[in-house]
């Protein structure tokens, strides 16, 4: 059984940053990839950050240049930096993580971190 448990959410004013950490247990060989999504009220759940297998990244357009997403191998644990924040980068935001286990391969969500970001 794999789970994921997601830290980091909090209340900032615009401008500051915040790091959301995605903690991965359980049977894990390898994570393959890993993704961090956020859902703003009323409206969809959206592709922020990601980072494939070799490492290749590709963000949203509304996050470049301030969120870096990244890993921590050695503790199966993704992180998302986040800098320059701005009121509509408020959310609910959720790592995906797809990895391989000793019961096969198969993604996985955390259960969300509220981030809100306001004055």
């Known amino acids: 059984q794999v789970q994921l448990v997601e830290s980091g959410g909090g209340l900032v004013q615009p401008g500051g940053s915040l790091r959301l950490s995605c903690a991965a247990s359980?049977?894990?060989?390898?994570?393959?990839?890993m993704a961090w999504y956020r859902q703003a009220p009323g409206k969809q759940r959206e592709l922020v950050a990601r980072?494939?297998?070799?490492?290749?990244?590709d963000y949203a357009d509304s996050v470049k240049g301030r969120f870096t997403i990244s890993r921590d191998s050695a503790k199966i644990t993704v992180y998302l930096q986040m800098n320059s924040l701005k009121p509509e980068d408020t959310a609910v935001y959720y790592c995906?993580?797809?990895?391989?286990?000793?019961?096969?391969?198969?993604?996985?969500w955390g259960q969300g971190t509220q981030v809100t970001v306001s004055a």
């Open positions: 359980g049977s894990i060989r390898s994570i393959v990839d």
């Open positions: 995906n993580l797809f990895v391989s286990s000793s019961s096969g391969a198969g993604g996985y």
């Open positions: 980072m494939l297998r070799g490492g290749t990244t």
